[in-house]
Antibody, heavy 118, light 110 residues
Framework: EVQLVETGGGSVQPGGSLRLSCAAS????????MSWVRQAPGKGLEWVAN????????YYVDSVQGRFTVSRDNGKKSLYLEMSSLRAEDTAVYYC???????????WGQGTKVTVSS | QSGLTQPPSASGTPGQRVTMSCSGS????????VSWYRHLPGTAPKLLIY???QRPAGVPDRFSGSKSGTSASLAISGLRSEDEADFYC???????????FGSGTKVTAL
């Protein structure tokens, strides 16, 4: 079964850091770009970042550029999102997703919740 | 960062055809493929349409997508009560070097 499972969410104070993980199974992880997408409370979906198959090319939404880093370990079939200098507006459910060639996201995890609050 | 405009809501009676639009620009919809997603808060979003008009395996043919110029649309034919959800369009934006989602359309079956 093709599956993505996110872990690592939790509560953190403003200015703090958190690392999200996404474990992939059921498909050849090295064949796909991977993305992170988030949904803040009461808001719509927002794309956060993505990374290529080899892990040497990545892109970010402006609001997280310089604070978040996406990475992957193909040997462990895992995707990561390192988040630092967290702000209240980063509070959201974070999803990892598999990308198709035309940027469609065809497989999604169940999401992990991040709360940034003092 | 979103450069995609969607109407906030759409509705229809069961069995009706409902359509929703997604308006962008030359840097996003005009030059890249469009995808559509169905999302119920608290659950994983589901891909309905990719590459403008392609359905993944398992998505009913009641859902169809199209694109023309800098706009795209999603149609749901034979609306069912279980179709109620938020629907989002998405594409890559060359100017932003990032993926963008529309603001979402909430579909209600009357």
């Amino acid at each position: 079964e093709v599956q993505l499972v996110e872990t690592g969410g939790g509560s953190v104070q403003p200015g703090g850091s958190l690392r999200l993980s996404c474990a992939a199974s059921g498909f050849n992880f090295t064949d796909y770009w991977m993305s992170w997408v988030r949904q803040a409370p009461g808001k719509g979906l927002e794309w956060v970042a993505n990374i290529n198959e080899d892990g040497n090319e990545d892109y970010y939404v402006d609001s997280v550029q310089g604070r978040f880093t996406v990475s992957r370990d193909n040997g462990k079939k895992s995707l990561y999102l390192e988040m630092s200098s967290l702000r209240a507006e980063d509070t959201a459910v974070y999803y990892c997703a598999r990308e198709l060639d035309g940027f469609g996201l065809d497989v999604w995890g169940q999401g992990t919740k991040v709360t940034v609050s003092s | 960062q979103s450069g995609l405009t969607q109407p906030p809501s759409a509705s229809g009676t069961p069995g009706q055809r409902v359509t929703m639009s997604c308006s962008g620009s030359s840097s996003n919809i005009g030059s890249n493929y469009v995808s559509w997603y169905r999302h119920l808060p608290g659950t994983a979003p589901k891909l309905l349409i990719y590459d403008n008009d392609q359905r993944p395996a398992g998505v009913p043919d009641r859902f169809s997508g199209s694109k023309s110029g800098t706009s795209a649309s999603l149609a749901i034919s034979g609306l069912r009560s279980e179709d109620e959800a938020d629907f989002y369009c998405s594409t890559w934006d060359d100017s932003l070097s990032g993926n963008v989602f529309g603001s979402g359309t909430k579909v209600t079956a009357l």
